[in-house]
Structures are given as C-alpha cells and as structure tokens.
C-alpha cells in the first residue's frame, strides 16, 4: 500500500489528497472557468507583493 494511503474497511483504498485536490480543482474549472483562476491567480500575486513591501518596510525601520 502507498504511503499515507489508508483504507476504508477491507478493501475500498481511501482517497489521497492529491486525488481530492485534483478531482475539486476540476470541478472548480468546469462550474466556474479559467477566468475564476486567473482572477484568483492576481489576487494571491498582489497579496503575496503587499507581505514583501511590508517586511522590507519592517527592515528598514
């Protein structure tokens, strides 16, 4: 049996995270698009910019 692989009574092997990670980001796409993740994708881009200009603002101080 894989690592982190547990299974559900006897013979039913249990999904893996990247299994349910994979099955939900392709269901995200089909219900909302690949506009949904380029909107999101920014989003994460802008945020993780304002965390670097705040701790190099920190430094400075």
């Not at 690949?34 to 945020?47: A, D, L, M, N, V």
């Amino acid at each position: 049996m894989p690592r982190g692989r547990k299974t559900q009574g006897a013979t039913k092997p249990a999904m893996s995270v990247v299994e349910a990670g994979r099955k939900g980001g392709e269901r995200v796409l089909a219900e909302r698009g690949p506009e949904f993740f380029s909107k999101i994708g920014k989003k994460g881009g802008q945020r993780v910019r304002e965390l670097i200009n705040a701790g190099r603002r920190a430094e400075a101080s």
